[in-house]
């Protein structure tokens, strides 16, 4: 409160004399503080900050290949510990004492290690399951093999000791003059038998054999590799293997000549291998620039096809005889423009530590299972090939009046039977069909929605798999672990509770881990057997440090689809000094599907969109929309079809509405909207047909011209129709609505962000935006992120910065960073140096 005192002087007429007189007035004048956003607080949930504040949360199982017991290393506060679980014998043991073996290694490595801060690495158990290995690395210097002059950059390296510890006798060994390998090259498949490796190098096929393959993983410049050459008319664009994808017309011509990976799946006897090769030569070049490269920008060109465009890749199926070295194309040919996919087989969890497991094909020694689907997606067969005869046969078609989705089938007894995910009555199930594609029943049936195949017991005819939707009263989405006989009989809830559950089961079908949590719960984690019965818990996830910060889960809740109908799920994030009486501004993170909802089920660790937004002064949710997640109904997922561009909006907005009308503290006529990718194409979409609700945007990398986008996305969750001329001639029309076509309306404050090399949704998708925008006299904010692709990389936490003051600005009005050059919550995370 200021005080002014103002003197005024008064003429008082009496008859025809004047008198002065002067008197003195008190005013009040009320000065209010402007609005502020809380940097502060938001700053405190980094995601750096945040890697101290939360560690495990989730059980990750290394099953053994011995026996029924798994290994994991869980972290907390205290520190890491490692952990052996029989669940026969119903015990939990620490594979050996922290403190003691610090102890040990700091005596071997004369580095000080304690038990809170033991940095073993790439820990494996023997294969007779007696003892483990590990590495640790040292503070010691050492020269590089492969250099020769410490002087030479990047010629040092940090030693790194090897170890031996037998877990009976509880006994460490350092391995002496151990010298670290190099990780699995990326380029090389290995037969099952490990008898040969396929690469590619310069667009063609080669091979090496075993021996060859270990000298290339010691050094891949050893000149005494032997390497043969498999195929020669590879060519880029039509190439055997990779062209280069990502690389830049430099570094592409530089790489060349070096060993690439091939993407080919091996018969189980290792005699055959099947390689899908496209032929991209007639599709037309896309490019980025990268502005940002040493010395001269670079020009990355690459194959991009968008929707409606004639000219199509071309996929072939080739079957490889290795013991001949020939191969042959197959003849897959059903619909025109069609893609092919071979499946598979699902890789046992016990390999998972064998980073030198082959890929095998899905099928057996003589036979192939991939699937083959139109361009408009609406037509997809399940296909067999006879690699002795070359007979291509349909087993299973699919056929929708909108796009069909398709999973990997399970085989029973050696593809004599198979288990068939399908859509085909509205919700996602599984049939079970005999080897020749008759159907036999239905396995489940009811308005849920089954996800995947976990296992398949054979001999007991009994499906494991996971579902979601089927439990009453609960979130939908919610995922479970259920079994089922065949017969479609016996179906069973195997991990109960009103969470989201993620589980890992071992090979065998005996034993699962349950991973369960809401965004509202601490994560726990629990040993099941296949009955559902709990063996033991496992873990709790410590959270204190985190609540020790003042954190306050958020809030899940439910409204209506803008039809008064379709319930749809969201949560609900607060500052977490929230005052009930007081108004906040709310914004929507979004994500319009068709993939997946932005919406969390389960306690995570990412909070960088959600919870830190909130602690500026918002009220942050994300809720679902028609058309959205395909976890729930057929009629749900494709509600969309047709109607790209507005289909989720109408949701949006109802769901806004009807919390401001349940809730006192959300101010309904502050509304803010942003996203990623989809989310970037939604949240401008939403200010431009809902221009005086939706008040402030921030839109990121998106696909704003679907027309531009992918034609896979695009014409898949748009449609695309198919016109069969009188003379056969088959042809694709496509037709879009776009952001830029309603530029016209935008009244609020958007500001729209792209990576200049993003290569997935191009930065034309933007600036198309931005052009429309321009010509219709609208101001508004447009951010390039120099050299950086569609999630920004490292980048990321300037974009946060940029699109909340953004937000602060004019939702809160707080404009006191306007004045400010450094991101100052950015300089106070990074050690300033001289």
């Not at 068709?594 to 949710?621: C, H, W």
């Not at 221009?691 to 969750?717: L, M, Q």
Request: with cysteine.
């Amino acid at each position: 409160m200021k005080k002014l005192y103002i003197v005024f002087l008064l003429l008082i007429s009496v008859g025809f004399s004047a008198v002065s007189q002067t008197k003195t007035f008190t005013i009040t004048e009320t000065t209010t503080q402007a609005p502020k956003a809380n940097y502060q607080l938001a700053s405190r949930f980094s995601p750096n900050k945040l890697k101290k504040l939360i560690y495990s949360t989730t059980v990750d199982p290394h099953w053994l290949k011995l026996s029924n017991r798994f290994w994991y290393e869980y972290e907390t506060p205290n520190g890491k510990l490692w952990y052996l679980v029989d669940p026969v014998a119903k015990s939990k043991k620490q594979i050996f004492d922290n403190a003691k073996l610090a102890a040990e290694i700091t005596t071997a490595i004369r580095d000080p290690f304690d038990a809170q801060h033991l940095p073993l690495e790439n820990l494996k158990f023997s294969s007779d399951e007696k003892q483990i290995s590990f590495e640790v690395k040292s503070t010691i210097d050492e020269l590089k093999k492969d250099r020769k002059d410490k002087k030479d950059a990047d010629s040092m390296q940090k030693k790194v000791f090897f170890f031996n510890y037998d877990i009976a006798s509880a006994k460490l060994t350092e391995v002496p003059n151990y010298s670290k390998p190099k990780a699995k090259p990326s380029w090389g498949s290995v037969a099952p038998d490990s008898s040969a490796i396929i690469f590619s190098r310069n667009y063609n096929l080669y091979w090496m054999d075993k021996e060859n393959y270990k000298k290339a993983v010691k050094n891949e410049e050893d000149s005494t590799i032997v390497e043969h050459q498999l195929t020669k008319d590879g060519v880029k664009f039509y190439s055997y293997g990779s062209d280069g994808d990502g690389e830049n017309n430099e570094e592409q011509e530089k790489n060349n000549k070096k060993r690439r990976r091939a993407y080919v799946l091996w018969s189980p006897n290792s005699k055959y291998f099947v390689l899908d090769r496209t032929d991209s030569r007639k599709v037309k070049d896309l490019w980025v620039v990268n502005n940002i490269t040493a010395g001269r920008p670079t020009l990355e060109t690459y194959k991009y096809q968008m929707p409606g465009e004639p000219d199509a890749p071309i996929d072939e199926l080739l079957l490889f005889n290795f013991a001949s070295k020939t191969f042959k194309k197959l003849n897959t040919a059903a619909f025109k423009d069609q893609s092919v996919s071979v499946w598979g087989a699902p890789s046992l969890n016990k390999d998972r530590d064998n980073e030198f497991r082959p890929s095998i094909w899905l099928g057996n020694n003589s036979k192939i299972y991939f699937s083959r689907t139109s361009r408009d997606l609406k037509r997809v067969d399940v296909c067999t090939v006879d690699i002795n005869t070359d007979v291509v046969t349909p087993v299973i078609d699919e056929r929708f009046n909108t796009y069909v989705e398709i999973n990997r089938p399970g085989l029973v007894n050696d593809g004599n039977e198979i288990i068939h995910w399908s859509e085909r009555d509205g919700w996602a199930h599984f049939y079970l069909f005999d080897g020749n594609g008759k159907l036999k029943s239905q396995i489940t049936k009811g308005a849920f929605h089954c996800e995947s195949i976990v296992n398949i017991d054979e001999k007991n005819r009994v499906l494991y798999f996971t579902a979601n939707g089927r439990e009453a009263k609960e979130d939908p989405y919610y995922l479970h672990l259920y079994r089922i006989n065949f017969d479609g009989s016996g179906i069973k809830l195997l991990n109960p509770g009103d969470f989201d559950h993620a589980v890992n089961m071992n090979d065998e079908n005996k034993y699962f881990i349950n991973n369960f949590s809401r965004v509202n719960t601490v994560p726990k984690s629990v040993l099941m057997d296949n009955t559902g019965k709990k063996i033991m818990d496992l873990e709790t996830a410590d959270l204190s440090l985190l609540m020790a910060t003042g954190y306050k889960f958020p809030e899940p809740f439910k409204v209506k689809a803008d039809d008064g109908i379709t319930d749809i799920y969201g949560v609900m994030y607060k500052p977490f000094n929230f005052d009930p009486a007081k108004k906040y501004p709310i914004i929507e993170y979004v994500y319009p599907g068709p993939q997946t909802e932005a919406v969390n089920k389960s306690f995570g660790k990412s909070m960088d969109r959600t919870d830190r937004l909130a602690q500026f002064g918002y009220v942050v949710i994300t809720v679902g929309n028609r058309g959205g997640n395909p976890a729930r109904s057929k009629w749900y997922h494709t509600y969309g079809y047709g109607n790209l561009r507005d289909y989720g909006l109408a949701d949006k907005k109802a769901a806004v509405e009807q919390l401001a009308d349940r809730y006192s503290y959300i101010d309904a006529s502050k509304v803010g909207i942003t996203g990623h990718s989809g989310g970037g194409f939604m949240s401008t979409a939403a200010m431009l047909v809902y221009p005086d609700f939706f008040k402030v945007a921030v839109s990121n990398a998106g696909n704003h011209d679907n027309s531009i986008y992918n034609r896979w996305w695009s014409e898949k969750h748009h449609g695309v129709k198919e016109i069969v001329s009188a003379k056969g001639d088959t042809t694709f029309k496509y037709s879009i609505d776009k952001n830029p076509d309603l530029a016209k309306n935008l009244k609020g404050h958007l500001m729209l962000m792209t990576g200049d090399v993003d290569n997935n949704v191009h930065p034309a998708n933007t600036i198309r935006v931005a052009n429309a925008l321009m010509k219709a006299g609208k101001r508004f904010e447009f951010v390039i992120i120099p050299g950086q692709r569609h999630a920004f990389g490292d980048l990321t936490e300037y974009a946060f910065w940029k699109l909340a003051d953004h937000f602060n600005k004019y939702l809160i009005g707080d404009f006191s960073q306007s004045d400010q050059v450094n991101i100052l919550e950015m300089d106070r995370e990074i050690e300033q140096k001289k």
